[in-house]
């Protein structure tokens, strides 16, 4: 009997993976990762971001009762009371796992919602501070738009 299921990987992907990642952090800590480098690495905008953790928060609410239908009209009931008693019988050893499972998820969705909120306002407060080297840079001896900025922050 051969396996169902085959996973073929070889060092060459992991070493491949590990060279991109290296790339990455060698470009972030030189300083030249630029405009929107999370973007870049995750792939991810902020409403695709928005959208993983509704699906974090989704599947934190995982129901181990749920009963999976069958559309087959003769085989079908068959399915679902065999999915019963096996739920049935198996309760006692899967509850406590799915509740694991579940208060990962939960717990991962705030991580990543407060993660995400925090991405937000420091690129926020980048833009800012952006525009007021900006504002520098086209008037170098002129230092109270920057003093300006300064005193409205109470920095």
């Known amino acids: 009997m051969g396996n169902l299921i085959t996973v073929e990987g070889s060092a060459a992907d992991v ?3 590990l060279r ?9 800590e030189a300083g030249s990762s630029g405009r929107g480098a999370v973007a870049r690495v995750t792939g991810l905008s902020a409403a695709e971001m928005d959208a993983l953790v509704q699906g974090l928060r989704v599947k934190a609410r995982i129901d181990g009762n749920a009963i ?5 009209p003769r085989l079908g009931p068959a399915i679902i009371r065999f999915q019963v008693a096996l739920r049935r ?8 796992i799915l509740q694991q499972m579940r208060a990962f998820q939960g717990d991962s969705a705030l991580a990543i919602a407060a993660l995400a909120d925090e991405n937000r306002l420091l690129r926020r407060e980048l833009e ?3 525009a007021v080297v900006e504002g520098l840079a086209r008037s170098p001896g002129d230092s109270r738009a920057y003093e300006g900025k300064v005193k409205a922050d109470g920095s």
């Open 15 to 17: 070493q491949e993976l």
């Open 20 to 28: 991109e990642v290296g790339e990455c952090v060698a470009r972030w």
């Open 68 to 72: 999976i239908h069958s559309t087959r």
């Open 89 to 96: 019988l198996t309760w006692w050893f899967l509850e406590p």
């Open 128 to 130: 800012e501070l952006r």
